[in-house]
C-alpha cells in the first residue's frame, strides 16, 4: 500500500489534475517548483533533475484548484468547516503580527520565531484532531499552540513571560507545553521533537495494546526542512514504521533553514521520498493552500487511527518574514518572496469561500474583527498579569515536591504504602 | 540562590522534626545493614529481581534498550524478562540511541513508565540531549504539567581493558543537571532497592550501575527482599562507622574504601567510610555530620579529577564545616587522560585502595 500513496495526491481521485499539467514544462521555468528564481551554481544535471521532478510532482497554486473545482461541482468543505479554518487561520496571522509588535516594542524578549505564512499546514492539520491527539512542535510553535487549543490570553502571556501564561512563564517562546490541550511541546532544538512524538505514538499502541485501552490517539510531529537531514528523524522514521505507530511527520519545508537553503544542504531535496525508504507512504502536498493539506491529512490521520502505521507528508510552504525576529532575512530573494505572497493561505480560502458562496466577505470581516480583538485583549491581559513570584524560580525542578524522595508529610515516599500502584507477584 | 535553597532544605529536612527522623532512619539504616543475612545474591539478580517486581506490580512499566529481549541482556540483568512479559513490554531496540531515548521520554510524558537500558553510559552521550533537554527541563519548562517518571540505567565507569570510549563515568555530568536524580548503588541491597525507587519515582532518573559490580555477591536481608522494598533516594549510608577521618565515595570504590578502612585499622587509623549511594541530590547532611565528627575528609571517585562529583563534595564540606576540619581536604579521581588500555596502565588509571590508604593517612598526620 505504500506506492499507492506516494504519488501526488489527486485532489478528487480523479485523474483531471494530471491533465491540467502537460509531461513537459516549457514556461514556468523548472526552478520554479522550488520558487527559486536566482541562478545558483548547482551544475546543470541537477538542475534537470529537479525539473524533472517538477514534472512528476506538480504543484498546482490555489486559482487552478478553484477552476477545477467548479468544473467538478462538489465542495471539498461545509460552510462551517470552511468558517472554522478561516477563523484559525487568521487567528494565527494576526496572532503572530501581534508577537513582531510586542517584540520591538520590548515586551517579547530572546528568541521569536513566526509563522507568518505557513498557516495552512498548522489548521490543515491540527484542526482534525481530537483533544486527546498530541502535537509536538519546534520553536516555532505559537500557532501550533493556538490551533490545538490552548487560548491566546495563555500563549501571549507566556511570551510576555508573565505568571499566568500556559507554563507560567518558565517555558517561553520555544517551549509551548500544555497537558490539558496534549500540545507537548515546543522543543528548541532540530529535531527533538521527532523522538519525543514517536514515544507519544508509542504511548498509544501501547495502552491499546498492553494496557488494553480503547485508545486511538494520534500524534503529529511538525519539523522544517533542515530536521530532515538530522540523524533523529531517520532514526524515527525506522521505528516508527517498524513498530507500526500511529504518527504523522508533517515536513514543514519553507525552504529555508536560517540562511541555509534546503537546496544547498540536502543531497536529494525531495523529502517525501524518504518515506517508502523506511517503508511508510510519503507525500508531496502544496503547504499554501489549506484544503489540500487537509485532504492529505484526514488520509493520513485515518491510516493512523486504523492502526495502518505512520505517514510522512511534506508540505510545500513558505515563511513571510525571517527565520526569528532577529533574523535580516537578506538572503532570501524578493522576487520568491513576492511570488510565495501571492500564495498566501489567507487570501486563497478566502476567494475560495467567497466564490464558492460558503461565506460572504461580511462575515469573513466579522471573523475577523472578532480575532482582532480577541488578540488585542490577549495582550491586555498578558500586559495586567503579574510577574511570576521569586519563590517560583526554584519549584518544579522534579515533580515529587521535595526533590529528595521526600514526600508532603515529611516522610520517606518510599515508605508510604501508597507509593506502589499494586502488588508484585513474583 | 545557594542560600536560599539551603535555607529551604534546613527548613524542611534538618531542623525539628527532621533531626530526629535522620536518628532513626541512621539508626534503621544501620540495623539493616548489620542484619542477619544468611542470603547472598548478586548485583546482577538483585537489578533483575527489581525490574521484575516493579514489570509485575504495574502494566505501565516496560524496558526499552539495545539487546535487552532475545540476548537476555548485554550484561544479562534482564534474563527472562521476555519469556516473561513478552515483546510488548520488553523491546529490543534498532542501535538507535537518540531515537529510543526520545521514544522513552515522549512515552514517559504520554503516561508510561519506560526503563530505558543504555550498553554502557558511553552510549548515552548519543542521547544526551533527550535525557538532559526533553526529560531534566521538562517539569520545570512546563511548570509542572508534564513530569517525566523515566529511568535510564546502564553501567558506568571503567571495566577490564575496554579502552577509552567504553570507560568513562558520567556520574558528574548528570548530577550537574537539575531535573535529574542520580543513583549509584554499590551492594545489591542497594541495588534492588534504589532500582525500585526509582522506577517508581516520577522523575527522570539516570542509575549508573557498574560492570564490575554485577558479578559480586553480597549478604541480602529478608527485608530487602520483600517485593515493596525500596530504599529512599537522597539518602547516603554510613557502611562502616569509625572516628578518625572519613571517606566518602560511590559505586565500585565503597569496596576498595572498605578495603582501606581495614587496612587503616590495622594501624590504628578508625575511618567511616560514606556509600553515598544518590549522586544528586547529593546527601551534605550525613557527609557533613561525618566531618564534623571526624575533621578530616577523603573522597574518592573513579571519574576525571576536573569538576567531578568530588570537587562538590570537597567544595559543600569547605563550605559547611570549615572550622571543623582538621586537615585539608583530599580527593582522590582517576587519572586525568582517557583510559588507556594497557592492563598495569589502567590500574595506574584508576584509583587502589593504596591510594586511599595513602590519602586517609596523610589526611591523619597532616595536624601533626
Sequence with gaps: MATSFSATLPLHGSQENRLLLPPIRLAPPPSSFLGFTRSLTIPSSRRLYHAHAARRSPVVGVQEVVKEKKVTNSLLITKEEGLVLYEDMILGRSFEDMCAQMYYRGKMFGFVHLYNGQEAVSTGFIKLLTQSDSVVSTYRDHVHALSKGVSARAVMSELFGKVTGCCRGQGGSMHMFSKEHNMLGGFAFIGEGIPVATGAAFTSKYKREVLKQDCEDVTVAFFGDGTCNNGQFYECLNMAALYKLPIIFVVENNLWAIGMSHLRSTSDPEIWKKGPAFGMPGVHVDGMDVLKVREVAKEAVTRARRGEGPTLVECETYRFRGHSLADPDELRDAAEKAKYAARDPITALKKYLVENKLASEGELKTIEKKIDELVEEAVEFADASPQPGRSQLLENVFADPKGFGIGPDGRYRCEDPKFTQGTAQV | ?368
Design chain 2, 1 to 368: 540562590i545557594r542560600e536560599k535553597m539551603w535555607g529551604i532544605l534546613r527548613q524542611r529536612g534538618i531542623d525539628g522534626g527532621g533531626l530526629s527522623l535522620r536518628r532513626t532512619r541512621s539508626a534503621l539504616v544501620s540495623a539493616r545493614s548489620y542484619a542477619a543475612g544468611s542470603k547472598e545474591m548478586t548485583v546482577r539478580d538483585a537489578l533483575n529481581s527489581a525490574i521484575d517486581e516493579e514489570m509485575s506490580a504495574d502494566p505501565k512499566v516496560f524496558v526499552m534498550g539495545e539487546e535487552v529481549g532475545q540476548y537476555q541482556g548485554a550484561y544479562k540483568i534482564t534474563k527472562g524478562l521476555l519469556e516473561k512479559y513478552g515483546p510488548e513490554r520488553v523491546y529490543d531496540t534498532p542501535i538507535t540511541e537518540a531515537g529510543f531515548t526520545g521514544i522513552g521520554v515522549g512515552a514517559a510524558y504520554a503516561g508510561l513508565k519506560p526503563v530505558v537500558e543504555f550498553m554502557t553510559f558511553n552510549f548515552s552521550m548519543q542521547a544526551i540531549d533527550h535525557i538532559i533537554n526533553s526529560a531534566a527541563k521538562s517539569n520545570y519548562m512546563s511548570a509542572g504539567q508534564i513530569n517525566v517518571p523515566i529511568v535510564f540505567r546502564g553501567p558506568n565507569g571503567a571495566a577490564a581493558g575496554v579502552g577509552a570510549q567504553h570507560s568513562q563515568c558520567y556520574a558528574a555530568w548528570y548530577a550537574s543537571v537539575p531535573g535529574l536524580k542520580v543513583l549509584a548503588p554499590y551492594s545489591a541491597e542497594d541495588a534492588r532497592g534504589l532500582l525500585k525507587a526509582a522506577i517508581r519515582d516520577p522523575d527522570p532518573v539516570v542509575f549508573l550501575e557498574n560492570e564490575l559490580l554485577y558479578g559480586e555477591s553480597f549478604p541480602i536481608s529478608e527485608e530487602a527482599l520483600d517485593s515493596s522494598f525500596c530504599l529512599p533516594i537522597g539518602k547516603a549510608k554510613i557502611e562502616r562507622e569509625g572516628k578518625d577521618v572519613t571517606i566518602v565515595t560511590f559505586s565500585k570504590m565503597v569496596g576498595f574504601a572498605l578495603k582501606a578502612a581495614e587496612k587503616l585499622a590495622e594501624e590504628g587509623i578508625s575511618a567511616e567510610v560514606i556509600n553515598l549511594r544518590s549522586i544528586r541530590p547529593l546527601d551534605r547532611e550525613t557527609i557533613n555530620a561525618s566531618v564534623r565528627k571526624t575533621s578530616r575528609l577523603v573522597t574518592v571517585e573513579e571519574g576525571f579529577p576536573q569538576h567531578g562529583v568530588c570537587a562538590e563534595i570537597c567544595a559543600s564540606v569547605v563550605e559547611e564545616s570549615f572550622s571543623y576540619l582538621d586537615a585539608p581536604v583530599e580527593r582522590i579521581a582517576g587519572a586525568d587522560v582517557p583510559m588507556p588500555y594497557a592492563a598495569n596502565l589502567e590500574r595506574l588509571a584508576l584509583p587502589q585502595v593504596e591510594d586511599i590508604v595513602r590519602a586517609a593517612k596523610r589526611a591523619c598526620y597532616r595536624s601533626k
